[in-house]
């Protein structure tokens, strides 16, 4: 059985190519994958693809999630839902990138972001949607009219990595997570050729996870590590 099981969150993210499309889960919040984002920020893999809900909170957020890269000019592309603060009177970095020309972005609603993801994990051709008819979403996109209603073609969107913040697995890499960690992580962690976690708790042995209780199952797990004991599980920024 190969040992998923890394001793560290450098060594798990060593060989991260330039130019690699990464999936982070989380809203920015509870599952944002932190430990293994700033690992990556040490690393200094640059023009990511970068796969989120949203590129990262504003500026003067002390927390460690996407915002990191984007602000390091790491990333490359965002493929996002929401790519705007909650509140007029904020801007993300990301943002600020745009708007000079720095970095490029894929607006779509927060659906369809699921929905293709879910689909590269399926093994799913494409699928018709009827969200983003009739907006500059639409530009570009093969549209078909079903009983009536006009429908937009959507692709699967997959991911050479994911990031993935759990809250404890087994050692063949069956996955657990608590209240929201489980938004993305799971069609995620489908759709991704490696697929990396960090832990909230120590891995236990195969069997001790019922299986009626896994969220994801170890197939889709190559990388883990467990965030130290003495460690803060909501990473600050240290940039």
């Known amino acids: 059985m190969r040992n998923k099981l890394f001793d560290t969150f450098d060594e798990a993210v060593a060989d991260i190519p330039d130019g690699a499309s990464i999936m982070f889960s989380g809203f920015a919040g509870p599952g944002t994958p932190r430990n293994l984002i700033a690992a990556l920020h040490r690393q200094g893999a640059k023009e990511i693809h970068a796969i989120s809900n949203t590129p990262g909170r504003w500026g003067d957020s002390s927390l460690v999630d996407l915002s990191l890269l984007v602000q390091s000019r790491r990333v490359a592309k965002v493929s996002a839902a929401f790519t705007a603060a909650t509140h007029p009177s904020a801007k993300l970095p990301f943002t600020e990138l745009y708007e000079a020309g720095e970095i490029d972005a894929e607006l779509m609603p927060q659906g369809t972001l699921a929905e293709r993801i ?118 600050k920024n240290q940039r």
């Open 118 to 235: 879910r689909a590269a994990g399926a093994g799913i051709a494409g699928f018709y949607t009827a969200a983003g008819v009739g907006t500059e979403i639409a530009d570009g996109k093969e549209v078909r009219n079903f009983d009536g209603r006009d429908y937009l073609l959507e692709l699967p969107l997959p991911a050479d990595y994911a990031f993935i913040h759990a809250h404890t697995a087994d050692d063949l890499g069956n996955l657990q997570y608590r209240l929201t960690q489980r938004n993305f992580g799971p069609i995620m962690a489908r759709a991704a050729k490696v697929t990396i976690v960090e832990l909230d708790e120590p891995i236990v042995l195969s069997g001790d996870i019922d299986p009626d209780a896994v969220h994801t199952p170890g197939i889709f797990v190559d990388r883990m590590i467990v965030i130290p004991a003495d460690a803060t599980k909501e990473v």
